[in-house]
């Protein structure tokens, strides 16, 4: 191997994983070659740069869209986990992007993954491909070069910041600051948000950063920079500081019951009757099967349901909740508003879901997933009206992204002012709900029908507004 030069050695990995050596030369490989590392750093000449490099240009590779009307295809091959699906569709739905369709294959231990995306046209698609790489299960080492290495250890919780942002008020503003947020990579995790008598906004995020380096000072300065240069004048102030570990351990432990102004019948948990309520809040088609005949080693799970967006996601986050392996999978845009999802799934010990009970609980749930992933209500308080939006929380703790920033722009197009807001958690039927509460600063009369703005808000998470 010594007469090789390092620079001109390529590693492809054949569909009968075989290695293949750009000089022509193919090292065949044992059947349980996606388990084999290689102890010896120096083994192929390369330097660490140079293996890692190749690692992670093959992990994920993004091929643009040449024209407009085409999607953007997303390659990922890397080790698998259960929920990586998810874990990758919540990446490219927090990036504004929809998935229209998908191919998912996996023998347990190595994935291969084909999203086609559409979605805004300033995608900074090289920050997608490192948000992606970071959620791909570790495939190299400092010492060791290796094709599959589980995961140890669950990763550390990251650290929360408190940003406070005092401004002059306007119609828009808590939208506009969120929106720069995002650009950021600031992600929130919970607000408070005030309005006084004078006009003036107080807004309290509490944040972490997904570049992990809002605790530099360049890194705040940054963000002030940013915030000032939109809203200039009308800024006031801007400070940002680093919790403490009662909020961290708070924020990570169990979610608290709902207050008395909220029960569970306000957001009707049930499976919504389509004899009685409109296709806007339910598909006009839905339909989930369960099917053991197919497969010897699988189940097949087929659903039929309407597109929305963070369809894959919700299916993904389902299956990841229920500890479902996807061993095959594939999903498709059979027009501008059917999907169709045909997955061949077994449970965590590899066995097909033969127990009955448990193929009526995992149907059910995947319906109320589909059909409903978000409530959406108005409700008096007095004089004053609150919007109350709820979405469910994945089991690992983490909520759905872009939730707030959709509730904020929907209310920002129908010209309905925020008065106050807030974000929580609290367990609603048995499951951990994120809950927002926009108090609407409406003057005592909603200017805006009731129900065309709960339609409003819910189409805009939904994804409906664009159609």
Known sequence: ?????????????????????????????????????????????????????????????????????????????????????????????????????????????????????????????????TRLLEACPSVSSANTLMFYRPESRPPKPADVFLLKFCCHDRQGLLHDVIHLLCELELVIQRVKVSTTPEGMVMDLFFVTDTRELLHTSKRKQDTHDHLKAVFMDAMISCDIEMVGPDFTACSNGPPSFIPPAITEQTFDLEMVDETKHGS?????????????????????????????????????????????????????????????????????????????????????????????????????????????????????????????YDITLALKLLNMGIFSAEINRHLIGGREWEVYRVLLDEGGKLRVPKGKCEEAVLKMLMGWDRS
């Not at 090292?27 to 140079?50: H, V």
């Not at 839905?286 to 497969?295: A, K, R, Y």
């Not at 967006?309 to 508003?337: C, E, P, V, W």
């Open 280 to 404: 806007t809040h339910s598909s006009n088609r839905l339909s989930v099967t369960v099917d053991n005949s197919l497969s010897p080693a699988h189940t097949l799970v087929q659903v039929v349901c309407r597109d929305h967006k963070g369809l894959l996601y919700d299916i993904m986050r389902t299956l990841k909740d229920y500890n479902i392996q996807i061993s095959y999978g594939r999903f498709t845009i059979k027009d501008a508003k059917s999907c169709e999802f045909d997955l061949f799934i077994v449970q965590a010990d590899g066995k097909k879901i033969i127990d009955p009970s448990k193929q009526s609980s995992l149907i059910s749930r995947i319906k109320m997933e589909v059909s409903r992933p978000f409530r959406v209500v108005l409700v008096n308080r007095g004089p004053d009206t609150e919007l109350l939006v709820a979405n469910p929380v994945e089991l690992c703790g983490r909520g759905r992204p872009l939730v707030f």
């Open 1 to 129: 191997m010594n007469d090789i030069s390092h620079h001109t050695i390529i590693l492809n990995i054949n569909k009968d994983w075989s290695l293949q050596v750009d000089i022509h030369q193919t090292i065949l490989l044992p059947p349980n070659s996606r388990n084999l590392e290689f102890k010896n750093p120096n083994l192929f000449g390369f330097t660490e740069t140079a293996r890692t490099k190749m690692l992670f240009d093959d992990i994920v590779i993004i091929k643009q869209s040449e024209k407009q009307d085409e999607a953007t295809v997303i390659t990922i091959n890397c080790p698998d986990k259960t929920g990586l699906g998810c874990d990758l569709c919540r990446t490219i739905l927090l990036f504004g992007l929809s998935i229209i369709r998908g191919d998912v294959s996996t023998d347990g231990k190595w994935c291969y993954i084909v999203f086609w995306v559409t979605g805004k046209p300033g995608t900074i698609w090289s920050l997608l491909k």
